[in-house]
């Protein structure tokens, strides 16, 4: 298996631009999870899937952030419109389920908002 | 809400001594996780622990979550340059199905 695939692994873009971070979970794993890290807080949570529904988005910031799950196969956390306080590095996580089960992340989506 | 904090922030240590990086809950933990992180990659799984006073065990990494299933520490014996990274304690969200995670431990080794 390739493992969680996240696109793209870099991101520049100018503050008020529309940012869409792309992610596909592991074939057969339930449970997705974005993640957001920076030096100053660690790493957050920002919200979690189980079956393509949004089971608590309360860790997003922000109305700018969104985040969709159309299908199994492939999620989305998009920012609009992107602030330099964005910048971080994003990550996607999936797992079979949710309660104690090992989380694989991606490779993450490193952002810059300049 | 849950929180944990690891101890120490930071720790460099001489390549083939010994450390120890200490995960401590707020809450009762269901789950705890350990994961280490390389500088500009993700996260990768090193060892879940859910009972009171389980112990596990790989390579040269041990984890143990004490009885009251409050703490967690992670030891590595004999350390080499591989093993340095970002580690993180993780605790499952037992209400939530979420994972909590705590600020990291950043380990240095040097040869």
């Known amino acids: 298996d390739a ?9 520049v873009t100018e503050m008020g631009q529309e940012v869409t971070l792309r992610c596909k979970p592991i074939s057969g794993h339930n449970s997705l999870f974005w993640y957001r890290q920076t030096m100053m ?26 985040a ?39 490779p993450g989506t490193r952002l810059t908002v300049l | 809400s849950q929180e944990l904090e690891q101890s ?3 720790l460099i240590v001489q390549e083939g001594k010994n450390l120890t990086i200490n995960c401590t809950s707020s809450k009762t933990l269901y789950g705890l996780y350990w994961y280490k992180q390389k500088y500009g990659e993700g996260l990768i799984f090193l060892m879940m622990l859910q009972k009171g006073g389980e112990e596990k065990s790989h390579e040269k990494i041990t984890a143990k979550l004490d009885e009251k299933k409050q703490q967690s520490s992670l030891h590595i014996t004999a350390s080499q340059p591989s093993h ?13 199905g979420n994972l909590i995670f705590g600020k990291g431990t950043k380990l240095s080794v040097k040869p």
């Open chain 1, 68 to 106: 969709k799950m159309p299908n199994a196969s492939f999620s989305t956390l998009k920012i609009q419109p992107s602030e330099p306080r964005d910048s971080a590095v994003y990550f996607c996580a999936s797992s079979p389920g949710l309660f104690a089960y090992e989380q694989f992340f991606g």
């Open chain 2, 84 to 96: 340095a990274g970002i580690y993180l304690c993780g605790a499952d969200g037992r209400s939530q």
């Open chain 2, 8 to 10: 120490p922030q930071s």
């Open chain 1, 41 to 66: 807080r660690g790493l957050e949570l920002l919200i979690y899937f189980n079956n393509n529904v949004p089971i608590d988005d309360s860790g997003m910031p922000e109305d700018r952030f969104s």
């Open chain 1, 3 to 11: 493992g969680v695939i996240q696109s793209p692994r870099h991101e």
